[in-house]
């Protein structure tokens, strides 16, 4: 096997024969990750012609790995993505009463993946319940690991809620009710921080345009309000000469125009200017709340998680994922639509280096959008016949082979 690894600077050093770890996840999962590795396959082949190639090291987590090993995510498995570095898994159902929220959850705190990105665009001929799909072309960075989702909370009636009310009764004069559950908002400076330089980095290596901060900080000052001042700060100090203020923009667009604007939305406003004027936004740095509402609010508008892809990047290791859940009623049916995974894929190759192979799989994934080759879920909104998720699979690859040819 041969290993990723990280240099001293935290940039990879990829081989030629990469070895990738994946976890098949559950329900449709083994389906779509079956497809997703042909894929990726074939479109590694077109690009370099045997020259490089993934070794793909399976992973065990979730249900299978619960039948297996009696948990749900063994130590073994932990030790597996620590050592392939770079990882991607198809969905994993939550178990109940295992002692955590979510095996979601548990991997990006275990691997400090503290940035989740998800890139939203729309594909030519994909069903969209707005006017103009086509002018969505946005990729959210939402925080992963602190606000509300820190698991920071206490039932109503526990004794952990009852002390932290007899607390802010004592300390503070705030008075709530016997009935009050409690969650705490953690937020920092670091964090926040290294949330938005991510942003703003993958901004100026892909010739983007702005960085949206989306927050509610007319409410929540010192969490929402301090994630935009320090997103603010950040921009100034670290990237003066690559970015600019909206308020400077807007005063000098000509001397401004190669510059990253860097500008603010409150996130009820944000909502509304994703549907009205969607054009203007390009990048939007959240934090872990408002980032989970915002990313599938934005899929929605261009046919829905199904097709959307994500990944969760820290700065060593990053897990690329299906976004969507594990809809076990399709699970072994071959028919469940692969592309967020496959979307995803393409995340993974340019996030390795492997632009070639990303941008032909991209495409081969567009042009069967583009010839409206579909999976049920859009082909009944589409009336026509539907592909299943390995003839879907397919009919990338041909037309990964005919682009090339």
Not at 13 to 31: L, Q, S, W
Not at 102 to 127: C, K
Not at 300 to 318: S, W
Not at 341 to 349: F, K, Q
Request: contains cysteine; glycine residues 8%.
């Amino acid at each position: 096997m041969a290993y990723i690894t990280v240099d001293d600077d935290k940039k990879l050093k990829v081989p030629n024969r990469a070895t990738i770890g994946y976890i098949e996840g559950d329900g449709i999962g083994p389906d779509i990750t079956k497809a997703m590795i042909n894929v990726v396959n074939a479109s590694i082949e077109i690009a370099y012609s045997g020259e490089r190639s993934i070794e793909w090291e399976k992973i065990m987590a979730g249900e299978e790995a619960f039948e297996k090993t009696g948990e749900h995510l063994p130590k073994d498995s932990l030790k597996q993505i620590e050592k392939c570095v770079i990882s991607i898994k198809g969905p994993l159902t939550t178990p109940i009463g295992q002692g955590f929220r979510s095996l979601n959850v548990t991997l990006r705190r275990q691997f400090d993946l503290y940035a989740n990105v998800r890139p939203v665009r729309y594909f030519p001929g994909v069903p969209s319940p707005v006017t103009h799909p086509e002018n969505m072309n946005m990729v959210v960075f939402r925080e992963n690991t602190e606000d509300l989702y820190s698991g920071i909370e206490w039932k109503y009636d526990s004794d952990g809620a009852k002390k932290v009310r007899d607390f802010l009764s004592r300390e503070f004069g705030i008075s709530l009710t016997e009935d009050t559950g409690i969650g705490i908002k953690p937020m920092s400076k670091f964090k926040s921080q290294r949330l938005v330089r991510k942003a703003i980095e993958f901004a100026i290596l892909n010739k983007r345009k702005s960085v949206t901060i989306m927050h509610k900080g007319n409410i929540m000052k010192y969490t929402e309000g301090a994630f935009k001042d320090w997103g603010y700060e950040l921009a100034r100090t670290e990237f003066a000469q690559q970015t600019t203020t909206e308020d400077e923009y807007l005063q000098n667009p000509d001397a401004l125009s190669d510059k990253i604007v860097i500008k603010d939305r409150i996130a009820d406003n944000m909502f509304q200017q994703a549907l009205t004027r969607t054009a203007e936004y390009d990048i939007i740095a959240a934090s872990n709340l408002n980032g989970d509402y915002i990313s599938d609010a934005l899929a929605a508008q261009v046919g829905g998680i199904g097709i959307a892809p994500g990944a969760n990047i820290g700065d060593v290791f990053a897990i690329f994922e299906a976004v969507h859940g594990t809809a076990p009623k399709y699970a072994g049916m071959d028919i469940a639509n692969p592309t967020s995974l496959i979307l995803s894929a393409v995340m993974m190759l340019k996030h390795i280096g492997w632009t070639e192979a990303a941008e032909i799989l991209d495409e081969g994934v567009t042009a069967c959008y583009r010839d409206h080759r579909v999976t049920q879920d859009l082909a009944r909104l589409m009336n026509i016949r539907a592909l299943k998720c390995s003839e879907f699979a397919d009919e990338i690859v041909k037309r990964m082979r005919k682009e090339k040819s």
